[in-house]
């Protein structure tokens, strides 16, 4: 009996440590390395700032979806949000592209756009779609992962004086990076 | 009857936004007059206290003001109150003036919490280790009515009268012991004591939605779900659409709003066999 605790003990910690990006020399435990890495994508302050209006374009990776009256929102991963006049479902209308470095969500409340951008939440005038304003930006809002959403995988440590990580890029690397998960 | 309801509510609240923008002015002439006058004061605090109550349930002014998301939103709005779940915690921001949002309650949840669902007086919450559901009453002090701990996942929840639709989907970070995708039926009629009802077999499912007798599941890549749910305890498969990648959906107006890694599509439907296609806008 108690030998079978002991093993669930150690299984139960093994999960909780696969899950955690570690640093580690010479891991002993790390994925199966097969000569790739994720790399961060990194944003300056200013780079990840710069939110605006630009004329409707193609979806590239959508994301999630919102519907406010005529209008629907469509998140491109990573890229920002696309406003679509739906008044019509049958011939759906692409009206403007909000660009929004490290977007993922939205919600929308009268004529006012609340995304995530990297981990601030930026509150948008939305009136015009076609000149859209930052009306409040709240930084640190929303933390985010310093690891790449996959599991199993090699990864070049985050450093955050680089600025913000806007995305994750695999590479192909010669021996495995610092940080794995 | 729910729109008269939401009229007062809306009234009780522009009055109480008159008022608040008043008491700023009052007060200083109060001061300026009566220096401090107690009297002046103690109807400010009776006025403010009033002023409390017009803010009290999220529930009470839905529908206008505010749009719809999908199941596997992190953002969620509901009346005056603007819900985030981040990594780790569910973050309560109050948006009355809806372009300076306040953060007003942050519920520590200690596991990844992934999806949130306004529902009534409720807030349904996908989380790694399950479902929450928290009172919303008081958006500034959301309670923690239960946690339905179901294994390992990382799924979303929607609600539509006494019942939750989960679905667990296998393969992701963290869900090393279980190897079935599932979608349940969760009995929520008493919420603080929720009961599995329905259980079936999926392939993958990510996002989900529900109107009437209708459910929608996304099976990712794999495609879409439709199923009857006259009887919500034994969903009833009526169609398996593999050519719609469903990550999300969005019932809306009788238009099913999908989005998937082939694009945006939308289709009719009704509470009979109707699915006509209607629009699609193409990843290019």
């Known amino acids: 009996m108690q030998k079978l605790l002991y093993q669930f003990a150690v299984g139960i910690m093994l999960v909780v440590a696969a899950c955690e990006p570690r640093d580690s020399e010479t891991p002993a435990n790390g994925p199966r390395f097969d000569g790739t890495a994720y790399q961060p994508i990194y944003a300056s302050p200013a780079e990840l700032a710069r939110i605006e209006s630009q004329p409707g374009r193609a979806l590239r990776r959508p994301g999630k979806i919102y519907v406010k009256d005529n209008y629907l929102f469509v998140n491109d991963l990573g890229e920002g949000i696309h406003i679509i006049d739906n008044s019509d479902p049958a011939s759906p209308r692409k009206v403007s592209f909000l660009r929004i470095l490290a977007n993922y969500d939205m919600a929308v409340k009268g004529s006012y756009l609340y995304a995530d951008n990297a981990s601030d939440l930026v509150v948008l005038d939305i009136r015009d779609p076609l000149n859209i304003k930052v009306v409040k930006r709240i930084e640190k809002a929303i933390p985010q992962s310093d690891y790449p959403p996959y599991a199993n995988v090699w990864f070049e440590c985050v450093d955050k004086g680089k600025g913000a990580v806007v995305g994750w890029e695999k590479v192909n690397v010669s021996s495995p990076t610092a940080c794995f998960r | 009857m729910g729109k008269s309801k939401c009229l007062i509510t809306n009234g009780l609240f522009s ?165 079935v995708s599932l979608l349940e039926v969760i009995d929520i009629s008493s919420p603080s004591n929720p009961r599995l009802i329905h259980s079936t077999p999926m392939d993958s499912p990510y996002g989900l939605g529900v109107d009437g007798t209708r459910l929608f599941v996304g099976e990712g890549s794999k495609g879409l779900k439709l199923f009857d749910i006259s009887n919500p305890a034994q969903p009833k498969l009526m169609k398996f659409r593999s050519d719609i990648p469903t990550y999300d959906v969005i019932p809306y107006r009788s238009t099913l709003i999908v989005t998937g890694e082939k694009g945006i599509f939308q289709y009719r439907y009704d509470d009979k066999d109707r699915f006509d296609f209607l629009s699609k806008i193409p990843v290019e």
């Open chain 2, 15 to 179: 009055l109480t936004l008159y008022f608040q923008s008043c008491s700023c002015s009052i007060m200083k002439k109060a001061i300026f007059r009566f220096r401090f006058d107690f009297w002046v004061l103690a109807a400010l605090v009776v006025l403010l206290g009033g002023c409390d109550a017009g803010f009290t349930s999220a529930d009470m002014s839905p529908g206008a003001q505010t749009g719809t998301g999908g199941s596997m939103a992190r953002f969620a709005l509901a009346g005056n109150t603007l819900y985030i779940a981040t990594k780790q915690s569910l973050d309560v921001y109050d948006v009355s003036q809806a372009d300076s949002p306040v953060k007003i309650a942050k519920t520590d949840l200690g596991v990844g919490v992934e999806t949130i669902f306004p529902y009534r007086n409720n807030l349904y919450i996908g989380a790694n280790d399950g479902m929450y559901i928290f009172d919303n009453a008081q958006p500034d002090k959301p309670r923690l009515l239960t946690k339905y701990t179901h294994i390992m996942s990382c799924d979303p929840v929607v609600v539509q009268g006494n019942y939750a639709y989960v679905t667990l989907r296998t393969g992701v970070a963290c869900r090393q012991f279980n190897s």
